[in-house]
């Protein structure tokens, strides 16, 4: 099992940026696909972006490509989401989630992931 933390949420302006980390213990970090996904209250839960075991491929849903920058380093454990450019349609939860690498990366079937985070709370005030 691998266990998933997010951090660095809060409140930030319209136009600010946020840089979410999630940290993961367990299992090695490598055997896993890294995705975030969101959910705004009374709203599903909808992927943001994700990132292959070994960060060869990045995909990002329409509504933040070019906004939001995915990461990870295998070595710390990490997976980061900066966002910039903020909006107040941004406001969620945010949570990321990891699969195994030896299932198919699908970065927006969120039913794939088998970890998830508890998430963290950005707002954005217009």
């Known amino acids: 099992q691998v266990q998933l933390v997010e951090s660095g949420g809060g409140l930030v302006q319209a136009g600010g940026s946020l840089k979410l980390s999630c940290t993961a213990s367990?299992?090695?970090?490598?055997?896993?696909?890294i995705g975030w996904f969101r959910q705004a209250p009374g709203k599903g839960r909808e992927f943001v972006a994700a990132?292959?075991?070994?960060?060869?491929?990045?995909v990002y849903a329409d509504s933040v490509k070019g906004r939001f920058t995915i990461s990870r380093d295998n070595a710390k454990n990490t997976s980061w989401l900066q966002m910039s450019s903020l909006k107040p349609e941004d406001t969620a939860v945010y949570y990321c989630?990891?699969?195994?690498?030896?299932?198919?990366?699908?970065?927006?079937?969120?039913?794939?992931?088998?970890?998830w985070g508890r998430g963290t709370q950005v707002t954005v005030s217009s």
């Open positions: 989630a990891a699969h195994s690498f030896l299932k198919s990366f699908t970065p927006p079937v969120a039913n794939t992931y088998d970890y």
């Open positions: 367990g299992r090695a970090f490598s055997n896993y696909h």
């Open positions: 990132l292959r075991w070994n960060g060869a491929i990045t």
